[in-house]
């Protein structure tokens, strides 16, 4: 019965239901529309009654029965069909009577032909279905049998090709990206696999291409997802645009695309790489703008891979990945194909990646702290934390051996977290021992304010340290702010920047501030980049850079710091033109706990001179 009542509600078919006196009970929703009527309230008022004795001679003759039906105006299609269905004073015995019934638009009335019929008995135990093979002999040449079947098999077929598109539609949606269309990682993966076994059939060559997108972060950051998403659209057309339309082309993720090309030498991959580079970089235009980007591809041909590699070890997409990021390394906008010593170096890079989450958990990193001078009195005015990795093979590592490392694999927000807990440590046993550094200084990554997450976990680490925010001061460098203009990297540094905590922008004069934008970020000292500081005494033009950085920090009223001071000449200039504080070798080199403390007891100053 509830099967039969959707049928009822949801049929496209008009369907009136009448008592054995031929009076309206109810009507579907498709009877109402066809007559131009909202409600059954309003058909029973128009509905004429039904002759029974024309009724009979439908069903023993199959004689058409016309009769005209008041319709309003409103009326929404110009053909109907219609089943009146008649109950008899025998309650187990319903008559349903097939109609046609053609609206004439120049007419108020609907002519209803009734042609065929069908006579379903019901009773407890089974459904009998009598159905008439009558013809229809009216207006139209055209057949019934039983409308209701017939609606019935419709509605199957309608649902069943609304399911098929469903399911198609969810198919696709499963193998191919939806920003952009292309196939998507998972059906890469399924395409790689088949044509590594397509190319080992043939003997023929396989090509994969790893693309990247340079500076497309910068971008995505400073400029919104909208057009950082339209970026991505117009460069997978692009690269749709370049290849074989047998050549598979996936988004593999973020703003990495990969291709598989079968059948293809290494000279025409290379004609392909360089076409896909020239049209990446060619601008692209999103509303107003005019954005212009470049391309890393990393590139792997089958059958060089297997000859060097085991690819049960090391997939052919991997092989691609790597040769990309070589090309990345080397300033991006080029191509490369993969080599075996291209592997050497990701298994020492991965090998690295775990020694240094093993050195993270175990304490065998180090902080060493380079003492900050106070140019016009010689005096300590505070230090820098810096991190050292005591590798137990390699010996003590530098920061440039490892920072990257930590970016890109994730273990950034670790090693920032037990810099900052160390240092906070060091400096409240400093305190409590009356051994006064001044300001701490603490270098934080753009990878340490990417997430909220990583934002709360710098904030608890203040608050849990107990140092007033006056002896802590944190260091980012000029690039790593700007990155953070669009995003809320910013607000939480002005929200540490109000809790009293000082800012320090690092490198000031390698990255690309704007002046004008540099009022509106929240920082209150400017670190004088120390390729600057080697290059005073050098030459007017380059002294004149260094002035120039002084003048500008002076007039925004920020404290202006030299680092990478590393002779007498260099510190009597910076002196001369009233530089605030001074930092660099000449002056202390980095030293560990221990030296720190025997340097501050000892000696309080340098002379100035």
């Not at 009654?49 to 069903?59: S, T």
Request: charged share 20%; aromatic share 6%.
């Amino acid at each position: 019965m509830d099967l039969l009542k959707i049928i009822f509600e949801q049929t496209s078919i008009g369907i009136a239901v009448f008592d054995h006196s031929y009076r309206l009970i109810r009507s579907n929703q498709s009877f109402n529309d066809a007559m131009g009527y909202d409600n059954d309230e309003h058909i029973t008022k128009i509905i004429p009654e039904i002759d029974q004795q024309q009724l009979d001679n439908v069903i023993t003759n199959g004689t058409p029965y016309r009769l005209l039906v008041e319709k309003n105006s409103n009326h929404k299609k110009s053909y109907i069909n219609v089943i009146f269905s008649v109950l008899t004073n025998d309650a187990s015995l319903k008559k349903h009577i097939i109609c046609e019934a053609s609206i004439d638009n120049s007419r108020h009335e609907l002519e209803v032909v009734i042609q065929s019929f069908e006579i379903m008995i019901e009773n407890y135990k089974q459904q009998v279905h009598i159905q008439s093979e009558m013809l229809i002999t009216a207006d139209r040449e055209r057949s019934f049998n039983s409308a209701i079947n017939h609606d019935l098999e419709n509605s199957v077929r309608q649902r069943n090709k609304e399911l098929s598109r469903v399911k198609q539609e969810l198919a696709h949606q499963a193998y191919h990206d939806v920003l952009t269309g292309l196939a998507n990682r998972r059906l890469f993966n399924e395409k790689i696999s088949q044509s590594v076994k397509n190319t080992q059939r043939a003997n023929t060559n396989l090509a994969v291409l790893y693309l990247g997108l340079d500076q497309f972060k910068k971008i995505n950051d400073s400029l919104g997802h909208y057009v950082g998403d339209s970026i991505l659209t117009q460069a997978a057309q692009r690269l749709r645009a370049i290849v074989r339309t047998n050549d598979t082309v996936a988004r593999m993720g973020g703003d990495e695309f990969a291709i598989i090309i079968e059948h293809a030498d290494q000279d025409a991959i290379e004609i392909i790489a360089q076409k896909i580079n020239n049209a990446i970089v060619s601008p692209f235009t999103v509303d107003s703008r005019v954005l212009t980007i470049s391309t890393s591809i990393g590139i792997c041909m089958f059958t060089e891979f297997e000859s060097q590699v085991t690819p049960s070890d090391f997939s052919i997409i991997q092989a691609a990945d790597v040769a990309m990021y070589e090309v990345k390394t080397n300033a991006g906008n080029g191509y490369v194909f993969f080599t075996h010593a291209m592997l050497s170096k990701v298994n020492q890079r991965l090998s690295m990646e775990v020694s240094l989450k093993r050195a993270i958990d175990n304490n065998e990193l180090i902080l060493h702290y380079q003492p900050k001078l106070n140019l016009s009195t010689g005096r300590l005015s505070g230090c820098e934390a810096l991190v050292r990795w005591q590798h137990p093979e390699q010996g003590l590592l530098y920061p440039d051996a490892f920072i990257s490392l930590a970016e890109e694999s994730g273990l950034m927000s670790d090693l920032g977290a037990w810099v900052m807990q160390h240092a906070f440590e060091q400096l409240t046993n400093w305190r409590n021992d009356n051994i006064n550094i001044g300001t701490l200084a603490i270098n934080l990554s753009s990878k340490q304010l990417e997430s909220k997450l990583d934002q709360n976990k710098i904030l608890k680490l203040l608050i849990d340290s107990g140092l007033p925010p006056e002896s802590i001061e944190l260091e980012l460098t000029e690039s790593v702010l700007m990155d953070q203009q669009s995003t809320s990297g910013i607000e939480f540094l002005e929200q540490l920047k109000l809790g009293g905590y000082a800012i320090s922008m690092d490198d000031f004069g390698t990255g690309y501030s704007s002046l004008s934008y540099l009022r509106y970020l929240p920082v209150s000292t400017l670190k004088i980049d120390r390729s600057f500081i080697s290059s005073i005494m050098c030459g007017e033009q380059e002294n004149a850079l260094v002035l120039a950085i002084i003048a500008i920090a002076k007039t925004m009223g920020l404290k202006i710091i030299a680092e990478g001071i590393e002779s007498q000449h260099q510190l009597n200039f910076l002196v001369d033109h009233q530089c605030d504080e001074g930092q660099g070798d000449y002056l202390s080199p980095p030293l560990d706990a221990q030296e720190l403390v025997r340097y501050v007891t000892s000696r309080q100053h340098v002379e100035i001179v």
